[in-house]
């Protein structure tokens, strides 16, 4: 079994040094400074127990690698990103390969599952950081973080076992999940707070603000006739598996959507979190304003190239009418 990891940041580049660590085979795809980096001198991970470095192939896509049956392919990109992972897995010649999916949001697996049949998704609890080309942050400990795995819609099968297995001899705990997607929407819940966070982190308790958008979003979920998995705080494993610790010499940059807004990325995940709320609503007639305030604010700070943190919470206490 191989490893092909597209996108090589916080999320992809901490499994590429933790399988490479292990003695797995690893193929990383990246862009920009981030393959310029690799390719020199490797990826750099710094954790709470200390800093590994490690060399692996590092491509610019797909193109560049021979294919194998026995090839997984790990999409670690953002949402926004995923159509032209897609064009390029196509481009490749990917065929019956298996795809995992270890990205937020629940859109990835249904536009992979038009191409490939051999989807499975991933929800991710893994809190890490990638500012610097060459070098990712995880500060989980005493993992750096865990998974739920399985195939798309349901089920599950032996190259899940065989997937969680190896990530969890890599220090990485995996557990096979039949309805994974019930852990990919507890997931989606708590990612709704990353663009409050992104926003107008640092100026107080947003809690109240982000209680409205899980408020609605839940709302919407049943309506929808969508089962969840609570992944938060109530699920054991949390404590026991992952904690957020310190890594000496970093700050935790916050969640992805502060990263992409601090790195001035160009886009951000907003739509494909907040804004899945925002569509299931309008399916099922179920209103969502919060959420669909947060999506147009996204829009604007990205447009505007608005760093994080820089929204006043009174602005948008206003907004949503709190206050």
Not at 52 to 60: D, Q, T
Not at 124 to 139: I, W
Not at 215 to 225: I, L
Not at 257 to 263: D, E, G, K, N, V
Request: hydrophobic share 40%; charged share 20%.
């Amino acid at each position: 079994m191989r490893f092909i990891i597209h996108g090589v940041g916080a999320i992809g580049g901490t499994i590429a040094v933790s399988l490479a660590a292990a003695g797995e085979e690893v193929i990383g795809i990246a862009r920009g400074q981030q393959l310029k980096a690799i390719q020199a001198n490797g990826l750099t991970l710094r954790t709470p127990a200390g800093t590994e470095i490690r060399r692996f192939e590092c491509v610019e896509t797909p193109n560049a690698i021979t294919l194998r049956p026995e090839d997984v392919v790990m999409v670690c990109t953002k949402t926004q990103h995923m159509g032209a992972v897609i064009e390029q897995l196509s481009a490749a010649g990917l065929g019956d390969q298996a795809v995992f999916c270890f990205q937020n949001g629940v859109e990835n697996e249904r536009r992979a599952l038009r191409h490939f049949a051999n989807v499975h998704g991933v929800s991710v609890m893994m809190p890490t950081d990638f500012v610097t080309p060459g070098e990712v942050v995880a500060f989980g400990s005493p993992h750096s973080g865990y998974f739920y795995l399985g195939r798309y819609p349901h089920g599950s099968d032996s190259v899940d076992e065989a997937v969680a297995k190896t990530l969890t001899a890599a220090g990485l705990p995996a557990f096979v999940s039949p309805d994974v997607m019930k852990a990919k929407y507890g997931k989606l819940l708590l990612n709704l707070s990353n663009i409050v966070e992104a926003a107008c982190g640092g100026q107080g308790d947003t809690a109240p603000v982000t209680d409205i958008l899980r408020k609605e979003a839940e709302m919407v979920f049943t309506a929808a006739g969508i089962k969840w998995q609570g992944v938060g705080d109530s699920d054991p494993n949390r404590g026991k598996l992952m904690n957020v610790a310190s890594v000496p010499g970093f700050s935790r940059a916050g969640s992805s959507s502060t990263q992409s807004l601090a790195r001035s990325t160009g886009s951000i995940e907003t739509d494909y979190l907040n804004g899945e709320v925002v569509l299931l609503g309008r399916l099922h007639a179920i209103p969502a304003p919060a959420n669909a305030w947060f999506c147009q604010l996204a829009a604007r700070m990205v447009r505007e190239k608005l760093q994080p943190g820089t929204i006043p919470l009174d602005e948008v206490k206003r907004a949503l009418s709190l206050a």
